[in-house]
Structure formats: C-alpha cells, structure tokens
C-alpha cells in the first residue's frame, strides 16, 4: 500500500458557527458499528489517475457544502439537568462552520491489484454456484478492511472525540485504472439512506466535473432537521418526569430492551467493558433507570468462525416466495421481502440445528421512522432515524411454519408501528437516562438481525458518466446472525443478501435441500 493523501476536507464556503442537537433516535444508535459502504469500479474510461482524484475531491467538497455538518464536531451535549430533552445526559451534538472542525477525513491509497482480482462482477456472482445452491457467492475472501479507514470516528468509544472526524472517505487506486471509493461514518449522523442521499448527490456533482450533464441527482436535496423528528414524539418530552401512559403504550410494543450496563450477566464479554463504563454518568440515580431484560449474552460464542456469503435471488424467485406466502398466509398484503425474510429465517434455524430447540429465537428487523411518523418525514431527511423491532417463537415452531404464516407475523409486526405508536416510543426514549444503554436488538444463534437497503438505488453510483459499479458492500460487524438486503448489480428484479454466519450453519445452508424455491 501507497498513501498518497491523507488530509481534511471542508466546505469551500465559510459558515457561520453552529450548534445543532441530534435527534432523539440519533441518540439511541450511537454505541451501533458505523455506517459505511464500498464502491468498487473497473477502469475508468481514459482517465489519468491523478485527474480521476483531483475532480473527485473537487465535486466532494461541493457536495460537503450541503452537508456542513459532516466536517464538524460530533460531541457530548453539556449535562444540563434543567435543560430539555436535547441536554440530558449521552445526547450528541454536533458543532459546525467554527475555524476548529475536524473535517472529513480524506485518504487517497494505492494498492497493487486490479478491480477483477477483488471480486467478480455482479453477473458472475449471480450465476456462481457453491454446495448445491446457484447464485452463492462466497465472499469470505472480501476484506473490507482495505478500503476504508480505520482510524476511530468521534464517539466511537463512547468517550473521545475532541479533534475526530465523524466522516472518513478512503480512494483506493487499483492497478489498470480501477479504483474503490468507501465510506465509513458515524450512525449517529448516517442511516444508509442518509448515506445515499450525499453519495447520489456527490455522484451528480463529480459526473459535472467530467463533462457530463447528468439529470437531477437520484435522491434529492438533503433536509437537516433533527427536531422535525423529536416534534413528532407524543406528550412533552422536555418535562422532568415522563407520561406513564405513553412509556405503558411504548413498552407493549415488540421491542427488545437488553441493558449493555449489566456487565454481571453471564457470559458478558470483557472486550465491551471499557465503552459500556463510558456510557454511564459518574452518578446514577437508578430509581430513574427504566426496566430492562437480560441479554443472551451466554449463546453467542465469539470464538466461532463467521463466514460471509453473498446470495442472489432472482426476481422470478422473489415472485414464487410472496405468491406462495400469500397463498397459506392470513394476509393479503405480504410483501416480496416478507416472504423472502420468512424463507431465510426458517432455513437459517434449520441450518442452526434448532429444530428440536424449545428455546426462544428472534429475526430483529431494522426499521425507519421517515414514513411512519405524522407528519412524514423527507425521504431526504439526513440522520439515523431507525429502531429495531423484532418477530419471535420457539426454534422448534419457526421450523415447522410453514412460509405463509411466519410471512404473515412479520408483515402485522411492521404495521403495528403507527404514527402514534411511534410518538409514543419517541416519547419514552427521549426521557432514558443514556439512551445507548438499551440495545433492540441481539446476534448469536438465538438471533438473525436484518437490515434493507432496498430501493436506495446503490448500483445506480456513478461518479464518471457511464461507469457503473462492479460490487457494492455495505460495511457491516462480520459476526454471527447478521444479514443485509440489497437490490443487486443484475438487472433481473431480484436482491442480493448479505449474510453473516457461522461457519457450520453456513454450511449447512448451502448444502440443504430447503434453501431454494
């Protein structure tokens, strides 16, 4: 490897120093992995490298200008105990257009490999074949490590942050013109659709750079807002004590709540210690620390070997799974993905070997607020607007459903997620001591945590005119149960799936009889 640049870019345009806290559910999601994704292209037209980068850097810094916030400085908001629901312990802040912003962290790299030695195209993934299965993609050689940065974001422990940036871009050269664009933020500051909306964004800006006149940018001008969300919670969220009306309505809601605080469970893993200390405030009034569950920590062994597979499912496919989930399901409004989530989960407890398990096991589905809260929030609006809900049952009755009817229990679990019973989870949320505390979700064997990236358009990126991606990777914790959904490279009407496994349920998988349509 070769560092060419290693820099931090700003808004070409001076601003005026602000301060801005982020929303209620930014605040929940800043202990999450960061948000990020890598690009990688084949050669790029005739282009010199230098040239390549040079209007690269340019059409980012345009693009930064609508974005500020990004090159500022993600922090603490200072504790103010009368203060409103934005002062309350473990809320970030971010503080932007001061002669004292870290900016965006820009590397440009040279690696000596070319774009086909990385990965194969969209089409030959599509097609390959692993174990019994078509279109398997074994991608445990991928490393993202090497195209994205890793030195720490602000707040990454939790604690440090002074002189952090809260975005890094990394440009990786290849050999034969090929180069790798990733992205790694903070989640507090980005949900993959945030992402999107800057990257479309960008891409429109640097094809201008290259002589192009591309059409209006794929997603839109980015809304940053934070209260436009925090004004769609139920109740006065400013107020000393919370509404127990609304956290009774909150908490029948399927919504996991695992405290990281209780580092006494069984099995809680060390390595964690040190950022879960830092969430804490130096004095806890626990009357005020709301109810909690145990977490599993004793089923997630760390020491398994995960695997990474990439699996492409057909749009035809997709067609058969909601057309048979519809035919034995009691609902008329199953989805494509309500199908396809029902298929993956019953065959990835299979392939667990829990099919005579009585314990409970859980598919926790990311979810957005954008259109599920009154008024509905800008497709475009810029932040990490999520929350995690979840579809349970004993190992053993997951096994035996048939697609139907566990199609069916997702499907009625997203629409139990009303405008008011958003409010309602807003309302509670706001008033949690450290709202890192709670985590919604889980992984291990007793888990399988989803999340979509369908319809953000990523294989529609292109930063030259005419240059399309060979693979897109969404960066994600390459642990046990994790699973990621995105429309593919192939235009076929399908999606890949990005899973994370162990090494002996993945092999199980693709050697079942049970995976396919």
Request: charged letters at 20%.
């Amino acid at each position: 490897m070769t560092t060419i640049e290693s820099t931090r870019l700003r808004p070409a345009s001076q601003l005026t120093p602000t301060s801005t806290p982020l929303s209620i559910l930014d605040a929940t999601v800043v202990r999450f992995a960061p948000t990020g994704a890598i690009w990688i292209f084949n050669q790029s037209a005739d282009l010199d490298q230098k040239t390549l980068v040079d209007r690269l850097r340019t059409s980012f810094i345009e693009t930064l200008s609508k974005f500020p916030q990004w090159a500022g400085q993600l922090q603490w908001a200072p504790v103010n105990p009368k203060g409103d629901h934005t002062e309350r312990f473990n809320r970030p802040l971010i503080v932007y257009g001061t002669d004292t912003d870290p900016g965006v962290e820009w590397t440009v790299i040279e690696r000596p490999f070319r774009a086909d030695e990385i990965v194969p195209t969209a089409g030959e993934r599509a097609s390959s074949t692993t174990g019994s299965q078509p279109g398997v993609w074994v991608g445990d050689d991928f490393d993202e490590r090497l195209f994205i940065s890793s030195n720490p974001l602000a707040l990454a422990n939790l604690r440090d942050y002074a002189g952090l940036p809260g975005m890094q871009v990394q440009i990786t050269l290849l050999q034969e013109g090929g180069y790798v664009i990733g992205i790694k933020m903070a989640h507090c500051l980005a949900d993959a659709q945030t992402l999107m909306v800057f990257v479309h964004l960008w891409a429109h800006n640097s094809k201008k750079q290259f002589g192009n006149q591309p059409e209006s940018p794929l997603m839109g001008e980015p809304v940053f807002d934070p209260t436009l969300l925090d004004n769609c919670a139920a109740g006065d969220i400013d107020s000393p004590e919370p509404d127990q009306t609304l956290v009774h309505t909150a908490r029948k809601l399927p919504l996991h709540r695992y405290s990281w605080w209780d580092t006494s469970d069984e099995g809680y893993p060390a390595f964690l210690i040190p950022t879960t200390e830092n969430s804490k405030p130096a004095e806890i009034d626990y009357k005020q620390v709301s109810p909690s569950e145990p977490a599993p920590w004793g089923s997630w062994d760390f020491s398994k070997e995960v695997r990474y597979t990439q699996l492409h499912f057909t749009g035809a496919e997709l067609s058969k799974f909601q057309a048979a989930a519809l035919d034995t399901g009691s609902r008329g409004d199953i989805s494509r993905l309500d199908a396809l989530l029902a298929h993956l989960w019953i065959a990835i407890t299979r392939a667990r070997g829990q099919a005579n398990s009585s314990r409970p096991i859980y598919m926790d589905l990311s979810l957005g607020t954008r259109p599920r809260v009154s008024p509905a929030l800008p497709d475009t609006f810029i932040g990490s607007p999520l929350f995690l809900t979840h579809v349970g049952g004993t190992a053993s009755s997951i096994c035996q459903e048939i697609l139907g009817e566990t199609a069916s229990r997702i499907r009625e679990t997203m629409k139990r997620f009303t405008a008011d019973a958003v409010g309602a989870m807003l309302h509670d949320a706001a008033h949690e001591v450290s709202p890192q505390r709670l985590w919604q979700g889980f992984l291990g064997p007793e888990h399988t945590l989803v999340t979509s990236w369908l319809r953000l358009q990523v294989y529609e990126v292109d930063f030259v005119g005419g240059d399309k991606p060979r693979y897109v990777h969404a960066v994600m914790p390459k642990m046990d149960g994790c699973l990621q959904v995105m429309d593919s490279g192939v235009h076929d009407g399908g999606v890949d799936v990005a899973l994370y496994l162990d090494a002996v349920a993945t092999g199980r998988l693709l050697d079942g009889d049970c995976f396919r349509v």
